[in-house]
Each structure stands twice: as C-alpha cells, then as structure tokens.
C-alpha cells in the first residue's frame, strides 16, 4: 500500500515546458513498470487532439498563409457542442479567424452569435477583425445574452457561466464581449446608432456597479468599457 506520494512541478525551473502528468503509476520494491499501453483510453486521445488543433490554429493565425481561414472554417464546421476539453481549440479558431480579416471568415463569424455557448468568442472575434459591418449584428444579438434592466436574468447564459448568485456585482461574459467589440468598432450608420441608444439602459445595467471598487480593488476589465 502507498500512504504518500509527492509530485514535484518543475514549472519553476522551466515554465516554459511545464511537466503534464497523464497517468502514475506506482510500484511496489522490485517491481518493474508495465510498457505504457498501446490502447490509450479515449479521452486522453481526444484532449490530444482538442490540443494539437488549438495550437495549429494559433500558429495559423500567427504565420497567416492566405488560405489560413479556409483551412479553419473547414476544421471547425458548424459550430459543435461546446464541451469544456474542446472550447480552448474553438476559441484558438475563433480568435484566429479574427486576427487574420480574411474575407471569407466573417459571415462565418456572424453566424456564430447564435450559439449561446460561443457566441461570446465569436463577438471577441468581430471586435478583432475590425468590419464595421459588426455593429448590427452584435447589438441585434444582445439582448439575448444579457441581464434586464431590471437585473433579472438573460434568456440564454452560457453553460460554463450560470450563475449561482446573484450577479449584480459581477458581467457575464457575453455582454462583456460584445461590448469589448463595440469599442473596437467605429458606430457611424445611423440604424446602428439608433439602436445602440435603444440599447443603452440594458448596456448599462449589465455593468457592475461596485460602489467600494475604488476604495478597495483593482479596476477590473468592465471599467474600461
């Protein structure tokens, strides 16, 4: 029997390349260890995957070869079920196709928006990317994802982002990025203004109002919207 066992990060001496640890395997005095089997249970070959594809979409988005965004769109089709393993590589994806503003990419974004558990990575996306063309899209989708006025709860939250209290000194994270990519877009036309100033109570009510922050925190990333 075993009563403890010490496992030592080495992510001080080398943060670079932190060690993973994906199974232990303890023996006993004599022992010798087994081959490491040559079935690997498939959830430890999936999240290989999931990683292998984010970090070939952040490299795709670094090194921009002209077909990097058809190469993405085809990769990720429609939008999947969001699971926790696999939102690293569709954010990576989102966010290159972003980064990159190829043509091709931004219908394909704006489609999105209509996932409740993505569409906050594709509005961090369209903020990106920079098309004005964003502006009708992100607001018509805003209301769905945020608080009312009245601070009670949106129609649609993302699994990974219900909350378990009362939220009124925390944002969501959807409103928070479709805000984030409304300052990073310019707001001429006058049907995007006139909805922009419809929307103005909800955008403010989905902004916590810590009355002490000043007093007793670090601005957070809300106050500079």
């Known amino acids: 029997s075993v009563r403890y066992v010490r496992v030592s990060s ?27 089997p040559q079935d690997v249970p498939a959830d430890v070959e999936q999240a290989h995957h999931f990683w292998q594809g984010e970090r070939a979409f952040r490299a795709l988005g670094v090194f921009a070869p002209p077909e990097a965004s058809q190469r993405i769109i085809a990769a990720l089709g429609q939008a999947p079920t ?57 607001l018509d989708h805003y209301e769905k994802y945020a608080k009312l006025v009245n601070q009670q709860d949106p129609p649609d939250v993302p699994r990974d982002d219900v909350m378990k209290f009362p939220s009124i000194d925390r944002m969501l994270e959807t409103p928070y990025y479709v805000s984030l990519a409304l300052c990073r877009l310019e707001i001429r036309n006058a049907a995007d203004v006139a909805a922009l100033r419809r ?27």
């Open 82 to 138: 969001y699971t926790a393993a696999s939102s690293p590589m569709v954010q990576a994806g989102l966010r290159a196709l972003g980064r990159l503003r190829q043509p091709d990419a931004f219908e394909y974004l704006i489609t999105w928006l209509d996932h409740t558990d993505w569409a906050r990575y594709a509005a961090r996306a369209l903020g990106e990317f920079g098309d004005s063309r964003a502006v009708g899209p992100l």
């Open 10 to 36: 080495l992510g001080g001496i080398n943060p670079v390349y932190p060690t993973t640890i994906t199974e232990l395997e303890i023996l006993a005095p004599g022992e010798t260890p087994a081959e490491f």
């Open 199 to 225: 929307l103005a109570p909800t955008i403010l009510a989905n902004v916590p109002g810590n009355h002490d922050t000043y007093m007793l925190y670090e601005l957070a990333s809300h106050h500079h919207l």
